[in-house]
């Protein structure tokens, strides 16, 4: 359940988890699917994100490295391991670390 930012939220769109404002006051339950209006009364509220479900289906599925070529991709992943000191490809840390570097170095690229 992504959290996007209120100019994101398109209407259609399904509020995952219920959003208040600062006195606890109820503007949108979970369920609730975003109309214009209520994403102008988010608005109002001073709401700047909100969590929503299935965000990427409402997008369509993206995969930065479906953009890049191979030689593009090869490049990125000696790029981000020059950034590594010893990369430990066992560590699931190091492995997870090195997962996200390569994912935002394709979407900036892409």
């Known amino acids: ?4 930012k209120l100019e994101q939220l398109k209407p259609g769109m399904v509020v995952a988890v219920s959003v208040k404002n ?13 109309s214009e209006r209520h994403i102008n ?3 109002t509220w001073g709401i ?4 929503v479900e299935a965000a990427e289906e409402a997008e369509g599925p993206v995969d930065p490295f479906g953009k ?10 000696q790029e981000t391991r020059a950034v590594f000191w010893e990369l430990d490809e066992a560590s699931p840390v190091q492995q997870e670390v ?3 570097i390569m994912l935002r170095k394709a979407k900036q690229s892409a």
């Open 1 to 4: 359940m992504p959290k996007l």
């Open 22 to 34: 600062m006195d606890d006051m109820l503007l949108a339950p979970s369920g609730c699917e975003l």
């Open 41 to 43: 009364i988010l608005e």
């Open 48 to 51: 700047v994100e909100v969590e």
């Open 68 to 77: 890049l070529t191979s030689e593009q991709r090869a490049h990125l992943e």
């Open 98 to 100: 090195f997962k996200t």
